[in-house]
């Protein structure tokens, strides 16, 4: 798999979701110095947020869901997390630099004990590799009314997760490399 053998070359990844717990520290800088920076689904690059988001992307994690309601954003490494029964209806053929992953979403489930988020698939995946160092922002672990650090639409609960069972999962499968924002460590004690 092409996947294994780029991700084996990145020394420092940062994953960065898109709760507005991203707005909290201008962290820009420190995500861009990465050597790979993740963001998911429906991301955002706003020019007057960079400062707290930065807006260097190497790989790009999604669901096909949420591609099909966006536009498709390439970037040096494409992964979708869906399983494989949701491609049918699907036309992926033409996004480049793709890997899916193989897992059923009942093989999800007894990983994470609830259907994971998008955050959670690409960092389970993600936790298999050595890294020298990863960086997680952007997660807030909470249900909340605002769920996108780039707008202020209420959005109503995300159908089918459970955050303080991915919780629970970060604190069961974390790694020594693995670095937090202030949001993810004050969560995690």
Known sequence: ?????KLKNIKR???VGNSPT???YPRGQYIDSFDAVVRMNNYSICPELVDYTGDKTNIYAFTFHNACQWEYRT???NICVVNPTGLKNHNYKHVDNLTILNKTETEWNNEFGTQPTTGARILSFLSKFEFDEMYLTGFSYE????????NTEK????????LNLELKWLQENRKPYMEFDEHIKNKLR
Not at 155 to 162: A, I, S, W
């Open 1 to 5: 798999m092409e996947v294994i053998s």
């Open 13 to 15: 990844i940062a994953l």
């Open 22 to 24: 991203l707005l909290e």
């Open 75 to 77: 970037s040096d490494l």
């Open 143 to 150: 249900n909340k009314n605002y769920s996108h650090y780039y």
């Open 155 to 162: 959005v109503k609960n995300q159908t089918g997760h459970n």
